[in-house]
């Protein structure tokens, strides 16, 4: 096994890329039932996968947090590993609503003055924000109420 860090370093590794690759197909999951299907509106799409993210899934594990803010708030600050990783979940979830804002853009469907850009972003911190309010113990009826007023706010 080599030396004893070697061991703790490469399990450590190992339990990161396990999470990783489960909670991919997770985040994934939920992307291909909301913002990536084509057959949803954009405004749909976007409200479709707060629910499917969010208000979907069980108490026990909403209250347990989100391995995303969980580990954007703690282990990216030592770990560069998972600190690359969450950075790209968080940009594929983004790049992902994007898209969906730029077509409510050029449909017309976009509050005037706001940019599919810092739409994005509103959506991204509001994402973050439900998520430590889920492990605060908000139940779903909230924090789809939450969702659906700042996603009203974007709407023209």
């Known amino acids: 096994y080599g030396d004893h860090r070697d061991l703790h370093v490469r399990s450590r590794r190992q339990r990161q890329m396990c999470i990783r690759d489960r909670y991919s197909n997770i985040i994934e999951k939920h992307?291909?039932?909301?913002?990536?299907?084509?057959?949803?509106?954009?405004?749909?799409?976007?409200?479709?996968?707060?629910?499917?993210?969010?208000?979907?899934?069980?108490?026990?594990?909403?209250?347990?947090?989100?391995?995303l803010v969980n580990s954007l708030c703690e282990s990216i600050n030592y770990d560069r590993d998972m600190k690359r990783t969450v950075r790209g979940v968080l940009a594929g979830i983004r790049k992902a609503m994007l898209v969906r804002l730029k077509e409510a853009q050029k449909k017309g469907k976009l509050k005037k003055g706001v940019s599919a850009?810092?739409?994005?972003?509103?959506?991204?911190?509001?994402?973050?924000?439900?998520?430590?309010?889920?492990?605060?113990?908000k139940n779903a009826r909230q924090l789809q109420d939450l969702a659906k007023f700042t996603i009203n706010t974007l709407k023209k």
């Open 117 to 137: 850009e810092t739409a994005a972003d509103v959506l991204m911190n509001m994402m973050l924000g439900l998520r430590v309010n889920s492990r605060d113990g």
């Open 31 to 67: 992307l291909d039932a909301s913002l990536k299907n084509k057959k949803l509106g954009p405004w749909e799409s976007i409200s479709t996968y707060f629910t499917e993210s969010l208000a979907g899934v069980s108490n026990r594990h909403r209250a347990m947090g989100c391995l």
